[in-house]
Every structure is written in structure tokens, then in C-alpha cells.
């Protein structure tokens, strides 16, 4: 009986929500079944025609730099389906993992550790990463993403240099920098040095946010860093020994291999997606905005095509939004928020590229919302604001542009001490 009467129940659901598109005019899409389109595969090429502007060339293509300095050491791996060495330089769509690349070369791989996502980036946000063996080398993985976030003095016994190489991008809450304190962290207490190949940061053109504050620190963000933080991986790395954020007065000995012909305003499209729920240039560059909604009870895509390009929830009315889609499980979210449910919100595929955070759609959403005493996941959105005082502000009735005037004395403090550790321009 009760799966009979969800089948009805998602049944008349379906119909619904095909009816009210065909009175009101209502634009939906779907996961699955509102979506003519065929379900995302398990691939990370981005789905995006924009071409790179400039031959920008990363720190892992240029072999003839770094690999003298892996000759004859055992070699530990930190990356993930974005560690790779692009064969086209111009097109990036032909490319090989790093590591299948330096084993071919007779570098000794000792292991590989993985972060959020794990080492072929599959797993779901928040999912535990589980130890285990890459099946095409033999490798073994330690996974970062877990319940031991950093390497173990055990781990890294042997390892004579630790290369990091994961594709960033550039927001505080995006856990890749917290994995990077922690392999610093524990290669400064190993005496071990790390070499970080440096990427491109899609994000890079602007700095905003709000401050993380030290009271809510937490893997979403370790450092008081704004939300858009506007440096590469090698740079923060600087920043972290720079500003002795290891703690004990570590320094980790780092050798950065910078990337070539690449400025902080350089448009950089992603060949590869970072992680399963970002799948396109427009849903990177929206993500530092969007990103808010996951500790509120708005879904923003997830269980979609084009997640962190759209949001809604069934909260929303129907009658201050004009479109409406059903997530549902799928290739990077099994369990998505409202699963099943028709949501009411936005579509921001066709928005122009931001240079600035857009907390519009956040406060509007909250005042539109049916049930704001729930709005807010406290906890959640807190960790991802890095501060309480944001969801205050939106409660209390704050204007956006009061909202982000509060944030220009610590975003002014902050540039000026970003600028001891650029590379680039």
C-alpha cells in the first residue's frame, strides 16, 4: 500500500505541475522526469563552448620544471579528476592523470590521498571519502575526507616530497584549501616538503564577502578569510605560511611551479568539472552566491542538470516566482533537498558574469518564503557565512547594500595583506 500510494502521489504531483505550466506559463525543468534532456552521465568534461582567451598553461603541464625535482624519491599524490597534464594546451580536451603521466616516467608513487569527493571525484558533498586502491594503478588511497582530514604521521612515513595538485575555486567554503592547511600542516610537522602545482582560480576577478570569524571555524573554513578570497592555490599556501596559520610556529617548505600567462583577470573556463555539482563556468561563477542556500532550506539545483544555476523550494509561492522543477537523485546527489517535491524559484542560467557576490537572491528568497521560523539551518548557515551576524542582518530586515557595507573594513584589511603573497597580477 505504500508504494502504491507514493506512486499515486508522485503521479498526480507530475500532472499538477504540468497543468499549472501549461496555464501560467510556468518554465520547469527537472533531474529526470520534466527534462526532455538525457540524464547527466558520469563524466567531468564542463558542457560549455567558451574557449579559453589566453594559452594559460598550469603548473602540472610544465614537466620539464618539476619532474627533476621527483626523481628518486618516493612521491605521495594529493588530487583528485582535475590532476591531470593537458595533452592540447589550446582546446584542453585531451588530457592524462598526473599520476598515470609521472608513473610512466618511472617517478615512485608511494600513495595517493584524496579530499572531498575522493580521488575520481564521484562521491556526493558531504560524503564520507572511505580508504581504498585505485583500480587502474594498484595505488593505495588515503582519503582526506573522512574521519582523519589530515595525513598521519604513519601515512606519510617513507614519503620523501608531497605534490598537490587539485583545481580550486577560489570560495572559502569549498573545502580543497581546508585539505591544503592540513597537508601543510602535516608535512611542516614531518619535515617533508610539498611541491604544489599551481591552476588557474575562476574566481580570482573579485574579492567578497563576509569574514569567516574564529568563533565558527569549521572544515567549510579554517582561516579569517572573506567568503571570495581572489588567490590561486599556490598563493593561499603562501598566505597560510605567511600568516602562520599551522600553529606551533610551523612553516611548511613549499616550491610552487606558477602558471604561465595568467593574470587574476584572465577568463579561465574549467575543462574538467572540480567536483560532481559545479558542471559549468556558470555554475562556478555563481556558486559564491548561491552557495548560501545550503544552509537554508532552499535546494540550489542539486538534483538537476543545472545545479548552482537554479533554486527554489515548495516554501517559495508560486505566485512571486515563475518557474518550478522536481529534483531528484542523481550523478552527484543521491539524497537532494525537496527530493520529489516541485520547488518554485529561479533560473540564473542566462545570468551575465558576476564580479561581485549577489545576496539579492538569498534575502529575497527569505522574504518570500511561506515558512521563515525554518528558513534558516543556524548551524549550517553560519559555518558557511562564517559569521552569525549575516542571517541577523536578513531577519532583521537589512538592506544589501547595508549588509555589504559591513563587510568593507575587514574586505580592505584583508587585500592589503593579500597582496604580500601574489604571484600573479
Not at 77 to 90: A, L, P, R, S
Not at 210 to 222: Q, R
Not at 310 to 338: Q, R
Not at 371 to 394: C, D, P, R, V
Request: aromatic share 10%.
Amino acid at each position: 500500500m505504500i508504494f502504491i500510494r507514493n506512486a499515486f502521489k508522485n503521479t498526480f504531483l507530475f500532472l499538477s505541475l504540468i497543468f499549472i505550466s501549461c496555464i501560467s506559463g510556468i518554465k520547469t525543468t527537472s533531474g529526470a522526469s520534466l527534462d526532455i534532456k538525457k540524464p547527466i552521465s558520469e563524466q567531468y568534461i564542463v558542457q560549455d563552448t567558451t574557449k579559453t582567451k589566453v594559452d594559460v598553461i598550469t603548473g602540472a603541464n610544465q614537466t620539464l620544471v618539476y619532474i627533476p625535482m621527483l626523481e628518486n624519491k618516493n612521491v605521495a599524490i594529493v588530487g583528485n579528476q582535475t590532476t591531470v597534464i593537458f595533452k592540447d594546451n589550446v582546446t584542453k580536451q585531451n588530457y592524462v592523470h598526473l599520476v598515470d603521466s609521472l608513473l610512466s616516467k618511472n617517478i615512485k608513487i608511494q600513495k595517493v590521498f584524496a579530499p572531498e569527493h575522493g580521488f575520481r571525484g564521484k562521491a556526493d558533498a558531504g560524503e564520507l571519502v572511505a580508504n581504498g586502491k585505485d583500480i587502474k594503478t594498484g595505488l593505495p588511497i588515503f582519503s582526506l575526507y573522512g574521519k582523519d582530514k589530515k595525513p598521519s604521521k604513519e601515512e606519510l612515513a617513507g614519503i620523501d616530497i608531497v605534490v598537490f595538485d587539485i583545481q580550486d575555486v577560489g570560495v572559502r567554503f569549498y573545502t580543497y584549501i581546508s585539505t591544503l592547511h592540513y597537508v601543510m600542516q602535516a608535512c611542516a610537522e614531518n619535515n617533508i616538503p610539498m611541491l604544489i602545482l599551481d591552476r588557474p582560480n575562476p574566481n580570482a576577478h573579485y574579492i567578497d564577502g563576509p569574514t569567516m570569524e574564529p568563533e565558527h571555524t569549521s572544515f567549510l573554513g579554517i582561516h579569517p578569510i572573506p567568503l571570495v578570497h581572489g588567490m590561486t592555490i599556490g598563493e593561499y599556501a603562501k598566505m597560510v605560511n605567511g600568516e602562520g596559520w599551522l600553529g606551533d610556529d610551523l612553516k611548511c617548505e613549499i616550491t610552487i611551479v606558477p602558471i604561465k600567462n595568467y593574470t587574476h583577470n584572465t577568463f579561465y573556463s574549467l575543462p574538467i568539472r572540480p567536483s560532481p555539482n559545479l558542471p559549468n563556468d556558470i555554475a562556478i561563477n555563481l556558486y559564491p552566491s548561491l552557495g548560501f542556500f545550503e544552509g537554508t532550506t532552499i535546494n540550489a539545483g542539486r538534483g538537476t542538470e543545472t545545479q548552482f544555476q537554479i533554486y527554489g523550494s515548495p516554501d517559495l509561492s508560486i505566485d512571486k516566482y515563475d518557474f518550478a522543477y522536481i529534483p531528484k537523485p542523481n550523478f552527484g546527489a543521491k539524497y537532494p533537498k525537496h527530493r520529489g517535491e516541485v520547488c518554485y524559484g529561479n533560473n540564473l542560467e542566462k545570468t551575465k558574469r558576476l564580479s561581485a557576490i549577489n545576496l539579492w537572491w538569498l534575502v529575497n528568497a527569505y522574504k518570500n518564503s511561506n515558512n521563515k521560523e525554518k528558513f534558516f539551518n543556524t548551524k549550517s548557515f553560519t559555518s558557511h557565512a562564517g559569521t552569525k551576524k549575516l542571517q541577523q542582518q536578513i531577519e532583521e530586515g537589512v538592506s544589501v547594500t547595508e549588509i555589504k557595507k559591513s563587510w568593507s573594513n575587514d574586505l580592505k584589511a584583508y587585500k592589503e595583506k593579500r597582496k604580500k603573497y601574489l604571484i600573479y597580477k
